[in-house]
Nanobody, 120 residues
Framework: QVQLVESGGGLVQPGGSLRLSCAAS????????MGWYRQAPGKQRELVAAITSGAGTDLADSVKGRFTISRDNTKNTVYLQMSSLKPEDTAVYYCNAVILTTAIRRGGYWGQGTQVTVSS
């Protein structure tokens, strides 16, 4: 069994910063792509940022220049550093990872979500 546990959400003022973390644990053979999605009330879940096992990154246009994604493969952890936060960044942020539990068994996993609220 695999678990993704997120941390680091909270309330922050506009222009502030937060750092989200997501740690994977369990029966892990290898972790491929890891990423962060978000879902605001009444909106669809959208990709915020993703990072491959080789550290290639992809960021949504709305967060380029403000957010950075990184990972620590020794800790099976992915991070999302968020700066210059705006009220429109308010959402539940979900961690996602493509994980191989054996050499041939691959699956997508989600964290439970962490709330980020940007408000004065």
């Amino acid at each position: 069994q695999v678990q993704l546990v997120e941390s680091g959400g909270g309330l922050v003022q506009p222009g502030g910063s937060l750092r989200l973390s997501c740690a994977a644990s369990g029966s892990i053979f290898r972790i491929d792509r890891m990423g962060w999605y978000r879902q605001a009330p009444g909106k669809q879940r959208e990709l915020v940022a993703a990072i491959t096992s080789g550290a290639g990154t992809d960021l949504a246009d709305s967060v380029k220049g403000r957010f950075t994604i990184s990972r620590d493969n020794t800790k099976n952890t992915v991070y999302l550093q968020m700066s210059s936060l705006k009220p429109e960044d308010t959402a539940v942020y979900y961690c996602n990872a493509v994980i191989l539990t054996t050499a041939i068994r691959r699956g997508g996993y989600w964290g439970q979500g962490t709330q980020v609220t940007v408000s004065s």
